[in-house]
Nanobody, 121 residues
Framework: QVQLVESGGGLVQAGGSLRLSCAAS????????MKWYRQAPGKEREWVAV???????DYADSVKGRFTISRDNTKNTAYLQMNSLKPEDTAVYLC???????????????WGQGTQVTVSS
């Protein structure tokens, strides 16, 4: 089995920072792209950032220059450093990863359970 577990969410004032983690564990052969999404109440899920296995990153315009995605391939873990947070960043942040389990030849999309980020004004 494969699991993704997010951590690091919480309550922060506008202008503050948080660092989220997404750890993939279990019977893993390979992890390729790791992504962060977010979903605010009453809104559609929004893509936030992606990082490839070689470290190439991309961001949604709404977070570019404020958020930084990184990963530690030895730990199968991705991070999202969020600076200059705004109230509109409030959402559940979810991790997504493209993973090949060691019992399969196929890659699949896996999701974590999400971590709440609340930014107060």
């Amino acid at each position: 089995q494969v699991q993704l577990v997010e951590s690091g969410g919480g309550l922060v004032q506008a202008g503050g920072s948080l660092r989220l983690s997404c750890a993939a564990s279990g019977s893993i052969f390979s992890v390729v792209a790791m992504k962060w999404y977010r979903q605010a109440p009453g809104k559609e899920r929004e893509w936030v950032a992606v990082i490839t296995s070689s470290g190439v990153a991309d961001y949604a315009d709404s977070v570019k220059g404020r958020f930084t995605i990184s990963r530690d391939n030895t730990k199968n873990t991705a991070y999202l450093q969020m600076n200059s947070l705004k109230p509109e960043d409030t959402a559940v942040y979810l991790c997504n990863a493209r993973i090949r389990p060691d019992y399969s030849r196929d890659y699949g999309d896996y999701w974590g359970q999400g971590t709440q980020v609340t930014v107060s004004s």
